[in-house]
């Protein structure tokens, strides 16, 4: 399976707040957020690591070409864009046919959670199994609407419902013609995509972690860092 990273942003409230490492590299109990990903994902078993970065963090991308000499899985993809789903839509040609998962860069889960999850879209027969959880700590959170068989029902803004994304989707090739069209159609940001996925009836479940964080602000590194911990 193939897996991607959205690392195009610039973490900017972060910045604010007086880190100044970029977002990826920011460390979580010793290592760099991106690398965590990538050990992760090289855990699962991937055929290709695709990451996408912006071209104003030369620190970013440097590390990522230097990783690139020990892991040849590691693809990298240097772009300014305007929204996490413009980042998608860049990494859209190499992802190819078939099963990915795509995630952001700040998102920390529990590992042995994310391996069951890969394992269980491996198997799985819809458009997409996204990752949700019912840890609920998000300052604009995408509540998911779901059924009692956690079929995906809509994607809310102001609505609460049990569970909000978790930043970690597991989609097929199925999803590309709808990416497009959101983008011809001039549409922005991940969650407008996934409305569309579901206006378009594709067959979408929730996968419930336990609990799933954003590393958004300086003190979320501490919440992340406990979490892990635990």
Request: proline share 3%.
């Amino acid at each position: 399976m193939k897996f991607a990273i959205l690392a195009a942003g610039e973490g900017s409230r972060l910045a604010q707040e007086g880190i100044e490492l970029p977002k990826p590299l920011v460390r979580i109990n010793g290592e760099a957020m991106i690398d965590r990903l990538i050990r992760i994902f090289n855990k699962c078993n991937a055929e290709k690591i695709i990451i996408i970065t912006n071209n104003l963090t030369t620190l970013t991308q440097n590390h990522l070409k230097s990783l690139q000499q020990s892991d040849s899985k590691i693809q990298l993809i240097v772009k300014t864009t305007s929204s996490s789903m413009h980042s998608f839509y860049e990494l859209m040609p190499h992802l190819g046919k078939g099963k990915f998962c795509l995630t952001t860069v700040d998102t920390i889960f529990n590992e042995a959670e994310f391996m069951e999850y890969i394992n269980t879209f491996s198997h799985f027969e819809g458009d997409g199994l996204m990752a949700v959880t019912d840890y609920i700590d998000d300052e604009k959170p995408l509540y998911i609407a779901t059924d009692e068989s956690l079929n995906i029902s809509g994607f809310l803004d102001s609505e609460p419902q049990k569970y909000i994304s978790g930043g970690i989707y597991c989609l097929t090739d199925s999803a590309f013609p709808i990416l497009t069209k959101c983008i011809e159609e001039g549409k922005s940001r991940m969650r407008n995509f996934q409305r569309q996925l579901v206006y378009e009836g594709l067959s979408l479940k929730a996968y419930p972690f336990s609990k799933i964080l954003d590393v958004d602000h300086a003190s979320d590194i501490q919440k992340a860092e406990e979490f892990l911990k635990k």
